[in-house]
Structures are given as structure tokens and as C-alpha cells.
């Protein structure tokens, strides 16, 4: 496992010099922000909500890898001051996914600090998130000494078709797609890396109900305390050293947890589709972007009679989705 | 000048400290505050000088404080000492941190002190009465030895605490102490405060408890039970701890939980509390109300944070909550029933008990081809599909999360040799379940079938070592759901009173007994059917004694007439 994890720091610091800075304002972090990390390509449309989300949540300054987009993306997030910005212009699949350039910005800006490691379509939901900032949960996991903070992926999804659910930049786009299954996921633990294996979802229902081992990973470690010995292994679902993947108690208790809301199932899906179709740059040889195609056409529907309508996160604690855990 | 004195433990958010100091000194109560030593000089200085225009702060000398050792109550006697020294009129000494907030007006708490002029508020209980001790030590605090520390090393100090269990090593309590402990946060009389403070034996008590573990919660505690004249075992600071002896932290949106508690100060508070801060450090001009603090609403808050910590919500398995094989407290969430057997028996069985019981009958969850769920409904509550690979890629995952997203509702289903066998021993360890099987009733359609006999006797074959491996299982010692089994022989001859008591304990509400039967198949010629497998080699023994003729004991049995009972 050392070896693992120092063959993954090896390659993230090997793949530095793919990183170019575009717009460097490292120099803000102070030694108590909090920070989020976030790898994008042809995201503009989502930015303007996600950087307003985030704000609002108490994040200090955001560490952004633009790879290659060509929608305004760069120009956009460089306008930013609370923004820093770095640009790949290599193959995202042969940086583990993105993953070599964020460790290695990890561990270069974020040693010491919480950061929170999330992709643009999702949104982080805590308990209290909505009367306590980020700073709230990070100083009480501080004061009880612990480095990692678990959530599940939860997709939303629209009650019509998913094309037909039309996202408008800088809209929530939960007002549009605000539905989700409440009770189908199905969990086993990974020996390997001691992290659990989350399925099932809509996705799991729809696309992936006769090939279920295919269906994607909803667990995700998103929140760190960030040290330098640090890394993700494969996207947020696992980290090395293998401790920080232990964000579940396994004596019958619930430590605190949250969800992260996965804004995926809307319009914009059926273009990164085809786009990402074209570039093949993604996990499974684009396996799950394939099947995301070929069902599109059919026009999915993934409401059903079951589906929850989402409120707030006492509605997730109280569906087991999440828990306050010790945190009162 | 008041009569009461505030100490005030400092290390961190020092610009809060100040705020909460000049509250108090608003009022006209003196403070006196140390500084952990372990803050930066600069930052102490600059926190000094910018206290300094109010003339009732106070400094005291400077220790470090680490948790659990002497430093706190070294740093709790510099500052007493200097505030009683200072201010003569000083009656009560409240000792309190920098993370304190006071929720009542400082004067009622004033009043509150006044009319109890002789009253020392110390929690003190001696080591057989508190349960709340971190680790597990109480009596052998005050016995043991404990150079190293609970937090860096925890193994270094556990192993030594065994070795001195071992070796049976024991300190010497000082003559005349009887060990007490408690709260840390106290507010005692000058009287029993100066008696403590000025013990000819004082440099023996100390002595004896620099090296007691956790002092700050035992030397006063201690001490006081010599001197005072009147405890009142409470603390007066509200501070509620988790489940590993950290204090819970009070939070905006704890805003109106902490003003009905009318509780004086309370601990400990986030720095960032903002809306705290202001609420309760502006002038309330409440009426004066000499309520006493009532801090029940609050307990309950944080000991079912303490209860969801440990223990869990049982069935529930998600991201934060995953427990070991044996540790779940129940592996499912409701009790539910399996039934096997009985819609072979009956005609018409699931809606029979659906009526009986107001329970929700499926059919056989794990049937080959999909899960029949009540209804023929393809999704049910969670939006749980009815797949047959999504549902077999994780049975026992369909199962917990069918009993949680319907928890409230009795759930039943049916179950059978000819269904998927992965869910057998998650069914038999859990105490949920109530398992009625009538075995060798797979028996029953083969019977009623248009097969060819040679595949009859092959299916008969192929069922009944399914069903045989099945009870193995559901007879195994490790087996916790409530299990019933009849042969079908057994259960054809007299079927009311199994049902009955099946029946009665799902426990409807009313033991209503049943009115109506269901329908038993006809089963005429099934002695015969069976007897035919027999010659053909295959022993049906999971039917029990079936006579040949279909008669049990002197009386034919008419199958297809309903069985009432009166």
C-alpha cells in the first residue's frame, strides 16, 4: 500500500509539468481557509451557480485545472478573485483522469487545510449546512481529530424526460431537476482500500438494472484535512493511506456524514455525451458515457411514483441518506 | 463593585474572551484571566493592551495547560488567588473558560448568588457515582501513576495503566481525602475558595494531585467536600459531553434551545457563533425572573446525538454506517414475516392475509424472475426496482432497504425452494423475522402440474435438496428470526392452529380470532403422488407421513371445504 500510494505521488509530481498557471492567486490562501478543488472542461454554463453555492457554504478560494475547454471556461474563472487557475492541455485519461493534476495541486496548496475535491455538477449538503458554514463542521472535525469526511453521490433527476429538463446558466439546477430515490443502495466494502462501494440510484435502476456490477460508484470522501503523505487513489472514492477511508463506523454506530447532490440528469448531458464520446477520454473506455447515448435516445425517464422530492438535509438525515452522526 | 469575581481560562479565540470579559465587567464584576502560556507572546501582549483601558481585567500568572494535566488547575489557583486578593468585595468566584457565554443577564446571576451567600456550586460526586469517566478509569485516577498523555499516547498510557494493574501498584490518597469528581467549571464562596487556597497542607495536596489524572476535575471537587459548608453538587456552566468526553459545541441555530434552558453561562461556544455572541452579549432587559437553570430539553438533544453516535438507527446501512457481521443491533429495521409454503397450500393465501392481517403480502421476492411485489407493482417505496440481477447482485441490500423505506408497515412475502437461496442466513440471523415454513409443500404445484412425470421426480429432486440445505440453516445456533416449521403432513391435518398463532403474533392490534379460513387446494390423489415418487426412487421426507389415501386417522378429510373454527 506505501508503495501504491508513493508510486500515485510520484506520477501526480511527474505530471506537474503538464499544469500551466493561467490565473495564480495562491498568494490569498490565509493558513485557515478552506479551500475546493475542482478539475472542469466546457463547464461555463454550470460556474456562475457552483461558485455562488460554494461561496455562500464559506469556501475561501477555489483551485481550479481547466482542461482544454474552449466555452469560455478559462476567461471566465480568471476573472474570478477568489479563483486560482491552472490549465492541461494533455490527455485527461492519461492523468489518472484528472486525478494526477489534483493531487498535485493538493499537495502543493492545500497541506494543512481543509478542502473540499468536487466536480462542477456537484453540490454539498451537510448537516446544519444550512445555519452553520463549512468553517462550523471543519473546526468541530478538528476538535475531534478526525481528517476525512464521507458522503454519498446522490442523482437528481427531472420528472420529465432528462432532455427536456432545459438548464439556464446560474439557476439552481435542482429547481428544474429536484427528484431523487430514496432507498435503493446497495453497499459492500472494498478489502483493498478499506472504502465502502455505494451502488444503485437511478442510474443503477434504469440504465445499468441487468449489468448492476457496471453501475457507477455513489461513495465519495470529498472533505480532507490535506497533508502532503496524502492522495486519491481512484476519483473521490478512495484515498491513500487507507485510515482516511474509514469515514463509516462499523460497530453499529453513524459517524456524520453527508451527500453530495449530483446535478448530472438534465439537458446537458445528452452534449457531454457525444462530446466526451469523441475524446474517449473517460473511465471504462467511456463505458458508462456509451450507455448514457445509446439510452438518451430513448428519451429515459427516471421519475417514478417512489421518487422523493428534495427539501433540505433533515429530509436526507431522516431518510438515512446521511447523519448528524455526534454532531448535535 | 458586585460581589461576584469571573476566572477565565484562555487559549484560543481571544478576541471573543475579550468581548465575554467586558460583559461581565459591564455588570461590575471583576475578571481575571490566564492566558495558556502556550500562546504566542506577541499575541498576548497585544490581547493585554487592548483589555487594558478597562481597570476590573486582570491578568494572572502564566501556566500551560495541556488537557487532562495540572496546568489547568495551577492556572485556576494563580487566578483566584489574585482575584480575591484584588477585590475585597469579591463574595463568589466563578471559574469559567473563554469559549463561556453567559445566557441570563450578569445581575440575575448576581441576585441568584446573594441569596445564596453560603452556597459553594461544585458537581462532586465521589468515584462510585459517576459514570461519565473517559477511559474507564474513576477510582484508579487517584491510585495510578500517569507520566503519559491520553491524547498523543494513547498506547503508552494504556499499557502502563496495565502494567500497574498488574504489578498491583498503588498511590496513597492523602489522609482525609476522600475522592470526589466533577464538572471542572464551578463557582465557589470566598469562604471555601481562601480555606483551599491557604491549607497549611496545601503543598501535600497539591503534590499528591499534580500527578492525579484529569485534575481539574478532582483537586477542587476534592477539596471542597473539607471546607464548604453547604454544596450544591451542580455546576452552574451548562455543558453537555459526547460519547469520548469532548465537550459539544453550541451553534447559531442553538440560538432558542439555549434561552429556554435559563441556564447563567453556558460552554462551550463556536468563536463564529455570531449570532450568539450578539444575542446574548447585548443589554437584555428582560424582567427579572429568578427562574432556576433547566437544562432538560438540552439533554435530550445531545444524549440522542450520543445514542445516534454509538448505537445507530438499526437496519440502517449508508455511508457512515456500515457494521461488522454480529455488530448491527438488529439487521433489519421492522419485524416482517416469511411465509413458505402456504400460497402453495392455499388458493388464494396473499389476499387472505393481507385481510387478516392489514399487513402488505408480496409474493415471492425472490423468485427467479423478478421480485413480486405486492400489487404487481415493478417499484416499490425508495424507488426499490423489482429486477431480479439488480436485486441478487445484493440481496441482503434489497431486503434492509425494502423493511426501511417501509418502516411503520408489517411487511410479508413469500418465499420457496424455487427462489433465490442468497438471502438463507441473512433471514435466519435476523430477529425480524417471524419464518413460517411448511415444508415439502413445493410438493403441492409439481403435483397440480401438466409436467412429464420423469421431470416431476427430477424438480421434486432438485426442490427438496434446496429446500433440506435451507433448514439446515434456519436450525443453525447462530439463527435469531422467530422460526416455525411443519411438515406438510403435519400442517394439513390441523392447519388452523399454526395459522392462528402465526397470525396473533403480527398482532394486528386486536387478537381477533380468525373468521374466515383460506381456501385449501384440493388434494385429492396427493397420497398417491406422492407414492408414485416414491417408486420411481425419490423420497419426498420433507412431507412428513402422508397417507396414501389422503385419509388422516379414522376421518376423511374434505380439502375442498373451508375449515372454520368457532
Request: aromatic fraction near 12%; charged fraction near 25%; hydrophobic fraction near 35%.
Amino acid at each position: 500500500m506505501r508503495l501504491r500510494r508513493k508510486r500515485r505521488l510520484l506520477r501526480c509530481v511527474r505530471k506537474r509539468r503538464e499544469l500551466k498557471p493561467f490565473k495564480d492567486n495562491t498568494a490569498n490562501i490565509q493558513s485557515d481557509s478552506v479551500l475546493l478543488m475542482s478539475v472542469v472542461r466546457n463547464e461555463k454554463i454550470r460556474l456562475p451557480y457552483f461558485l455562488s453555492y460554494y461561496r455562500k457554504l464559506g469556501i475561501d478560494h477555489f483551485l481550479f485545472v481547466d482542461n482544454n475547454s474552449d466555452d469560455g471556461t478559462a476567461e471566465y474563472l480568471s476573472e474570478q478573485p477568489d479563483v486560482s487557475l491552472w490549465s492541461a492541455r494533455a490527455s485527461y485519461k492519461r492523468a489518472s483522469f484528472g486525478l494526477d493534476w489534483s493531487n498535485y495541486l493538493l499537495r502543493k496548496y492545500a497541506r494543512d487545510h481543509w478542502v473540499l475535491t468536487v466536480d462542477p455538477d456537484e453540490f454539498f449538503i451537510y448537516p446544519f449546512c444550512d445555519t452553520r458554514p463549512i468553517r462550523a463542521l471543519t473546526d468541530w472535525l478538528d476538535s475531534t481529530g478526525v481528517r476525512s469526511f464521507g458522503t454519498m453521490l446522490i442523482d437528481m433527476y427531472p420528472e420529465g424526460p432528462v432532455q427536456e429538463a432545459v438548464y439556464h446558466e446560474g439557476k439552481d439546477p435542482f429547481e428544474i431537476s429536484p427528484w431523487f430515490d430514496s432507498g435503493n443502495y446497495m453497499i459492500s466494502k472494498n478489502p483493498t482500500y478499506g472504502n465502502l462501494w455505494i451502488q444503485g440510484g437511478p442510474r443503477s435502476r434504469v440504465f445499468f438494472q441487468d449489468n448492476p456490477e457496471k453501475a457507477p460508484a455513489l461513495n465519495k470522501i470529498p472533505l480532507v484535512k490535506w497533508d502532503k503523505r496524502y492522495v486519491y487513489v481512484s476519483s473521490t472514492h478512495s484515498l491513500l493511506p487507507r485510515g482516511l477511508n474509514q469515514v463509516y463506523d462499523e460497530w453499529g454506530g453513524e459517524k456524520t456524514s453527508g451527500a453530495l447532490l449530483h446535478a448530472k440528469l438534465i439537458d446537458i448531458l445528452g452534449e457531454k455525451a457525444r462530446e466526451e464520446m469523441t475524446r474517449n477520454q473517460h473511465y471504462r473506455a467511456s463505458g458508462e458515457y456509451r450507455a448514457y447515448l445509446e439510452q438518451l435516445e430513448d428519451q429515459p425517464v427516471f421519475w417514478c411514483k417512489w421518487s422523493e422530492k428534495y427539501i433540505n438535509w433533515r429530509q436526507l438525515e431522516i431518510l438515512g441518506l446521511m447523519s448528524k452522526g455526534n454532531w448535535a | 463593585m458586585s460581589t461576584l469575581g469571573i476566572v477565565m481560562l484562555v487559549h484560543t479565540a481571544l478576541d471573543r474572551a475579550e468581548l465575554v470579559a467586558r460583559h461581565w465587567t459591564a455588570a461590575g464584576c471583576p475578571v481575571v484571566i490566564h492566558v495558556d502560556r502556550k500562546v504566542h507572546e506577541e499575541t498576548y501582549t497585544n490581547f493585554v493592551s487592548s483589555c487594558s483601558d478597562d481597570p476590573l481585567i486582570l491578568f494572572s500568572e502564566r501556566h500551560v495547560c495541556e488537557w487532562g494535566g495540572w496546568g489547568i488547575v495551577a492556572a485556576s489557583q494563580s487566578a483566584a488567588t489574585s482575584i480575591l486578593e484584588r477585590f475585597p468585595d469579591v463574595r463568589h468566584v466563578y471559574l469559567s473558560s473563554g469559549s463561556c457565554l453567559p445566557l441570563r443577564p450578569v445581575l440575575e446571576l448576581v441576585d441568584y448568588l446573594s441569596e445564596r451567600p453560603r452556597e459553594d456550586f461544585i458537581e462532586s460526586a465521589t468515584t462510585a457515582d459517576v459514570s461519565w469517566t473517559v477511559g474507564g478509569l474513576d477510582l484508579e485516577r487517584f491510585t495510578l501513576r500517569f507520566p503519559f498523555s491520553w491524547r498523543k499516547h494513547r498506547k503508552l498510557f494504556d499499557s502502563y495503566v496495565k502494567l500497574q494493574r498488574l504489578l498491583g501498584f498503588r498511590r496513597k490518597i492523602p489522609d482525609g481525602l476522600v475522592p470526589h469528581m466533577g464538572s471542572q467549571w464551578w463557582c465557589l464562596t470566598r469562604q471555601t475558595l481562601t480555606a483551599i487556597l491557604q491549607d497549611p497542607k496545601r503543598k501535600v495536596y497539591d503534590r499528591y494531585f499534580r500527578r492525579v489524572w484529569i485534575p481539574d476535575e478532582s483537586y477542587f471537587q476534592t477539596l471542597a467536600r473539607l471546607y464548604s459548608i453547604h454544596i450544591e453538587s451542580r455546576s452552574l456552566t451548562l455543558s453537555k459531553f459526547d460519547y469520548q468526553g469532548r465537550p459539544h459545541i453550541f451553534y447559531d441555530d442553538h440560538l432558542q434551545l439555549l434561552r429556554r434552558s435559563d441556564c447563567f453561562v453556558a460552554r462551550k461556544i463556536w468563536p463564529h457563533a455570531d449570532r450568539l455572541y450578539q444575542t446574548f452579549l447585548t443589554d437584555q432587559t428582560e424582567a427579572m425572573k429568578l427562574a432556576e437553570p433547566n437544562p432538560g430539553k438540552i439533554d435530550r438533544v445531545f444524549a440522542k446525538a450520543v445514542e445516534r453516535r454509538t448505537r445507530g438507527r438499526d437496519g440502517l446501512y449508508m455511508q457512515s454506517r456500515f457494521p461488522r457481521h454480529g455488530s448491527e443491533n438488529g439487521l433489519t429495521s421492522f419485524p416482517y414475516s416469511v411465509f413458505q409454503g402456504f400460497s402453495e397450500l392455499f388458493e388464494d393465501f396473499e389476499s387472505w392475509l393481507g385481510n387478516a392481517t392489514g399487513a402488505r403480502v408480496h409474493g415471492h421476492l425472490f423468485g427467479p424472475e423478478r421480485a413480486e411485489f405486492a400489487g404487481g407493482e415493478t417499484t416499490i417505496n425508495g424507488a426499490l426496482s423489482d429486477g431480479a440481477k439488480l436485486r441478487d447482485y445484493n440481496p441482503t441490500a434489497f431486503v434492509s432497504n425494502l423493511i426501511w423505506n417501509t418502516r411503520g408497515e408489517r411487511q410479508c412475502f413469500q418465499f420457496g425452494p424455487a427462489d433465490t437461496q442468497k438471502i438463507n442466513w441473512f433471514l435466519a440471523r435476523d430477529k425480524n423475522a417471524q419464518i413460517s415454513v411448511v415444508t415439502g409443500a413445493w410438493a403441492v404445484p409439481l403435483f397440480r402440474s401438466n409436467m412429464n412425470f420423469a421431470d416431476i421426480r427430477n424438480e421434486a429432486a432438485r426442490l427438496q435438496q434446496i429446500e433440506t440445505k435451507q433448514l439446515e440453516v434456519l436450525d443453525s445456533v447462530w439463527t435469531k428470526a422467530k422460526v416455525r416449521i411443519w411438515t406438510m403432513a403435519e400442517f394439513v391435518e390441523s392447519p388452523m392452529e399454526p395459522l392462528q398463532t402465526v397470525i396473533d403474533e403480527i398482532g394486528t392490534g386486536q387478537p381477533a380470532h380468525l373468521s374466515e379460513a383460506p381456501t385449501m387446494v384440493d388434494l385429492t390423489g396427493f397420497g398417491k403422488f406422492l407414492q408414485n415418487l416414491k417408486n420411481q426412487g425419490m423420497h419426498p421426507y420433507l412431507v412428513g407421513d402422508f397417507p396414501v389415501d389422503d385419509v388422516f386417522g379414522a376421518q376423511t378429510r374434505q380439502f375442498r371445504k373451508p375449515y372454520l373454527v368457532q
